[in-house]
């Protein structure tokens, strides 16, 4: 009997010993700055449609970012104009969250039952900028100089995307939209304008600050002026409501809003809409 009960005192103490390394390990692990990868969402996937202008963001550091946390989970992303990606959700693209480059495209679609509101976040905030390519001699300094450019000026096209509407705003209420209409050459999203002015084709373009900032072959003349702008730039980001894996959408709607995602964006040249 007393062999036994010896016995039992050992398993017992073998078992705490176990337990209590256990969670020693996981909390030096913690304090080292690791975390466990959460499994319990495997097999389910997220469908991002999201502005061309946050192409570079997602792909180099918050898709990887969330699929470490969630090795299960696979984020499928579509780029292009907030004007496109809208049209393509309404003719059923497979989405399940959206994000925009203003608040137009966003409010048509919870307007139409697609959008669910009550994840509506107005999330990011970014600037109008003036660029021309890295290596341009141009005397251009201001967006007034646009009166005067010989060549192309290269936007986003007013009708679908937002980086372009923002450009006609500015052109209109710097009061020479008139003077530069005819000189102007249409992007089908703000990444394209980049390139036009990157390789040469036009002489300046109008785009966001972030797209400026993610490459070297553009400089930036000045930013917008602040009268010029009637609204901010606004970045809203929104979960569809039939959404197929809806915890898996809930946790990268969850996780754009940590501070280690929130931190990316800023890196990237993004202002936090508080």
């Not at 005192?9 to 080292?32: M, T």
């Not at 530069?180 to 373009?205: F, I, M, P, R, Y």
């Not at 901010?232 to 709607?253: G, L, R, S, W």
């Amino acid at each position: 009997m007393k062999s036994n009960k010896v016995a039992i005192i050992a398993i017992i103490a073998i078992i705490i010993a176990v337990v209590s390394v256990g969670s020693v390990s996981a909390g030096l692990f913690d304090f080292l700055g690791g975390n466990a990868a959460d499994t319990s969402l495997d097999g389910q996937e997220v469908n991002l449609a999201a502005a061309a202008s946050l192409k570079n963001v997602f792909d180099d550091k918050l898709i990887p970012m969330f699929e470490e946390q969630y090795p299960g989970v696979k984020v499928t992303p579509t780029y292009a104009s907030s004007g496109d990606l809208q049209t393509q959700i309404e003719n059923g693209l497979e989405t399940d969250v959206f994000m925009s480059a203003a608040n137009k495209q966003m409010d048509a679609l919870i307007e139409e039952g697609i959008i669910d509101n009550d994840t509506n976040l107005q999330f990011l905030e970014n600037k109008v900028v003036l660029i021309v390519p890295a290596d341009s001699d141009s005397n251009i300094s201001s967006f007034e100089d646009l009166k005067d450019v010989e060549g192309n000026i290269a936007i986003g096209d007013p009708e679908s995307v937002p980086a372009g509407q923002y450009a006609q705003e500015v052109l209109n209420n710097t009061g020479i939209w008139s003077d530069v209409e005819s000189k102007l050459s249409l992007g089908k999203d703000v990444t394209e304008v980049l390139n036009q002015v990157a390789q040469g084709s036009a002489e300046c373009g109008i785009v966001y600050s972030t797209d400026a900032k993610s490459t070297d072959d553009v400089k930036v003349i000045c930013e917008a002026p602040e009268d010029a702008l009637d609204t901010p730039v606004i970045y809203p980001v929104a979960a569809v409501k039939d959404t197929n894996d809806t915890d898996a959408t809930q946790a990268f709607m969850d996780f754009l809003q940590t501070k280690e995602a929130k931190d990316i964006f800023v890196e990237y040249g993004f202002t936090l809409h508080e």
